[in-house]
């Protein structure tokens, strides 16, 4: 049987990869949830049609949302993770000896059971001592604790349903109370070919609150575009001035200090976006 | 009618794009060619069922496959390009007004034809009055013309059926050859995600001939996995040696000499695929 699996990114344009095998297919509480077997990119997880992260690129997302990070804050020991069930967020987290608490909080635990069970090399972090999982609404999670975070990670699913409150500026002020005082978000913000008014918008929300906001970049080839977006934010440390002798060597395959840096050089067109 | 082109970019993977309208499809001398008229994209080239450009991304790949070339080189006059006949590359290349001298060596004149009428906004550099464009081999070109030009750009399709002589060690030592003492080539060089082996051997072969060759990056979202390769060689000059004032100000949408510079910055596997 040829069996194909399309998403379709807009309404105008598809991916579609060759499925090996469905591994599991379900309705959760929140969302349709597949995982895939795949010939190009290996095991894919699938949530109400969008591809959330496949075995053979999730590196680049996961290594991406949380190193630049952990390593511009000075010594970061709690972080929160909202959404990124699938634990590859956690699973890089835990790489830093320095944290001592990682709290994820993902609203569908089926996406934990399915990772747990089909995408084990993803999930491996969710075993962690540090790591509490928490099946709760993040925003209300975010609302409740306040002071509380060093690093909290916004890995959310793309702007639509549930999902739209994680992009709101109402979230990321509540964020900034979570946060302590030399706290630092980041959320994944989309591609700059297809989402400019979302990553304008979401910006300079996240602008209005913290003095440290930027932009950076990276390579996913299963997300629309393949360009994709995330923008960090800081009370006190700027990512482009952490020093060299802060990047203990992790076991990475796509981020590098130097990629921690370069991520943050923006094509024209993108930076201008930002402007104004 | 609801239609659709879809490319498949390897055996397991395709891309699919909302066609409005089919421009022009014929069998040319070559190859099959057609434009269609897409509502993700804008207009798009395609041949033999491959994508080479569209209107609203063709700037990154046109931008990235010349400027980095022409501002590595300290005053380059002549220039070749190898293909690159819907004439985006010769548009970037005769914004440097230094440049006296463009040859385009393109082996489809259907190709030149059918930008010049259905993507104006691309081939508009091919009137310039320093444009020299040749319906002929390339590879024969550049054998015959011995220490001629200071840039030698390979804007090339992908390495099936006619195109493969434009990856090989011979080609690249012809290059080496037609290029003056300081001479610099630059060839689009595929996708790191999917063509690792081409990338390591291409990359072998350049490097084997050049004092000094690199690897760069830019995003291409209609080119598979949206990640691409740029391979530049250097017989005196390095492309990450550029001083800040050689930087004149041309007007981009991708480059800026920022972006020149961090797009040498490998994630971490894609620098391991260089190294032995």
Known sequence: ???????????????????????????????????LETEQYGRMLVLDGIIQTTTADEFVYHEMITHVALFTHKDPKT?????????????????????????????DERVVAASRQYLPEIAAGLSDERVEVRFEDGIRHIRENKGVYDVVIVDSTDPIGAAVGLFSAEFYADIYESLKDDGIMVAQT????????????????????????????????????????FTIASKENDPLSVPMDRFINIPTKYYTP???FAAFTLPQLVGQMLQG
């Open 258 to 260: 130097q990629i921690h």
């Open 190 to 229: 989309e591609s700059p070919f297809h989402n400019q008014d979302l990553i304008r918008k979401s910006f300079s929300a996240i602008r209005d609150l913290f003095p440290i906001t930027r932009l950076y970049l990276a390579y996913v080839p299963t997300y629309p575009s393949g360009m994709w977006s």
């Open 1 to 35: 049987m040829d069996l194909w699996f399309t998403e379709k990114q807009t309404n105008t344009l598809g991916l579609s990869l060759k499925v090996l095998r469905t591994l599991v297919t379900e309705h959760t509480q929140f969302q349709d949830l597949a995982v």
């Open 79 to 107: 972080v929160a993770i909202i959404g990124g069930g699938d634990g590859g967020a956690v699973r890089e987290v835990v790489k830093h000896p320095g944290v001592e608490r990682v709290v994820l909080v993902e609203i």
